[in-house]
């Protein structure tokens, strides 16, 4: 089936029961438009895993959303069954890229890989899902014209309140259009953590084709699937991460746009992630690393359900462990708090049903989440200035991305007899 840029592949539109607020259920593949799709795992109804609340509406009922992952038998894109309007999950964002310091390292080795591999002298590179401009000012350091594209109000302001120029849109063919006669072609796409949020992906690479020079690349990062299962990253899974993503499927989508992979690396990042370079075909040499990437894909049989069967058996083995942990500290008298109000960490306390009776408060560095609740368990968020003065007895690490830099940050804490949970895979104590 070959699908238009800009077609959508969803079905019915549903209404969340106490709310009304409407959501749409997906009827085939977003990549290739095949259907119906396979269910994989469902972790019941949760509310969107950024969607803090204030403490004059904790009393209100918040939407719930199916949170249902699917497998395309076809093209193996795996994918939610739902798609939440994407309007109520962006345009007011409270993750800040530079709220997590690890991540400043990051992005400034990938901005000096860009700068000198592909955008010489004042090339211009464009970032879609910008954030608060942390890669964009790295870029900037080194000479590159870069601009973003961030559909949160909130954050757009503030980058460009930080000299770094950012357009406040979501990134369509008409913004690609605009952006490229004002500034001529890019030289590089650069999209950090966000085709997994696009429920138009065809639309997507419309328009990164439309914007990008005939020898441009778009390089993409995202959390890799296989290591979704490997490392039972449940809690990864939530409503603004729509597609669950693998080289094999993405090469099939910008395939139909006349892009080709020609790079692919591992990366650390987000509990391990696949970037990937595509440039148009044939203009550049595809690497080895690309035919690495789909061995290692096949090898771990991604095109069957046997994986998935497996995954979904060792997240319900995972919940159980930690809830047991949990309630066996508790009922040692134990005082139980969190570290990183992290969006996967509201995935994690819903599905297990933990609420503020276990995890008194969680701490977090981000100065847009503290004062807030917990969506769906109203677990208070403070300072992680709080956590270092209280000391709980145990701290259950929902940002157990950067393990040991907690850990590393937080060593009076552990010297102080401290000890953190990690929940993934298994629920495990540290030390
Ligand atoms: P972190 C985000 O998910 C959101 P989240 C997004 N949807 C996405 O796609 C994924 O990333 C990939 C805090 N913190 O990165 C800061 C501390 O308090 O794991 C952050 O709130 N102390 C775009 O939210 C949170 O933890 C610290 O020392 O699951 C980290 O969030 C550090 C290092 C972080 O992603």
Not at 55 to 66: C, I, K, S
Not at 264 to 290: K, M, N, Q, Y
Not at 292 to 301: D, T
Request: aromatic fraction near 8%; charged fraction near 20%.
């Amino acid at each position: 089936m070959h699908l238009d840029p800009g077609r959508l592949v969803t079905g019915a539109v549903s209404q969340d029961a106490t709310t009304g607020t409407t959501y749409k259920v997906l009827a085939g593949c977003r990549i290739c438009g095949s259907g119906p799709l396979s269910m994989v795992l469902s972790l019941g109804e949760t509310p969107l895993a950024n969607s803090f609340v204030t403490a004059d509406r904790l009393h209100e009922a918040e939407p719930m959303f199916p949170l249902e992952l699917m497998r395309c038998t076809e093209c193996g894109l795996v994918q939610l069954s739902v798609v939440v309007d994407p309007e109520l999950m962006f345009r007011h964002y409270v993750y800040m890229s530079s709220a997590s310091a690890p991540l400043r390292d990051h992005f400034d080795n990938y901005a000096s890989e860009v700068a000198q591999m592909y955008a010489p002298d004042g090339s211009l590179v464009v970032e879609v899902g910008s954030n608060d401009g942390l890669l964009l000012s790295s870029l900037r350091r080194r000479g590159v014209a870069a601009v973003g594209i961030e559909p949160s109000v909130n954050l757009a302001l503030a980058a460009n309140g930080a000299g770094l120029e950012t357009w406040n849109e979501f990134f369509t063919v008409a913004v690609a259009e605009r952006l490229r006669s004002a500034r001529g072609p890019a030289q590089a796409v650069l999209a950090n953590n966000v085709i997994a949020h696009i429920d138009d992906l065809r639309g997507f690479a419309a328009a990164v084709t439309t914007l990008l020079d005939d020898r441009g690349v778009l390089i993409v990062e995202f959390p890799h699937v296989l290591s979704l299962l490997d490392h039972v990253e449940y809690d990864t899974i939530y409503h603004e991460h729509l597609s669950y993503l693998a080289g094999r499927p993405l090469r099939r989508l910008f395939h139909d746009f006349g892009l080709e992979p020609i790079a692919a690396e591992r990366i650390a990042t987000h509990g391990g992630s696949l970037r990937i370079v595509f440039g148009r075909v044939g203009t550049r040499p595809v690497t080895d690393s690309i035919a690495e990437l789909e061995r290692s894909e096949a090898a771990a049989r991604l095109d069957s359900v046997e994986p998935y069967l497996l995954f979904a058996d060792r997240v319900r083995r995972s919940k159980e462990a930690l809830v047991e942990m949990l309630r066996s500290a508790r009922m040692r008298g134990q005082r139980i708090a969190a570290l990183g109000a992290t969006a996967k960490g509201n995935t994690l306390l819903n599905y297990c049903g933990i609420g503020p009776d276990v995890v008194e408060y969680i701490a977090d560095t981000t100065s847009l989440k503290q004062g807030l609740y917990a969506p769906g368990t109203h677990i208070p968020v403070l300072s992680d200035s709080v956590f270092e003065r209280d000391r709980p007895d145990l701290t259950l690490l929902l940002a157990w991305n950067y393990a040991d830099w907690v850990l590393r940050k937080h060593e009076s804490y552990l010297a102080a007899g401290g000890r953190f949970i990690n929940p993934i895979p298994i629920a495990r104590l540290i030390p």
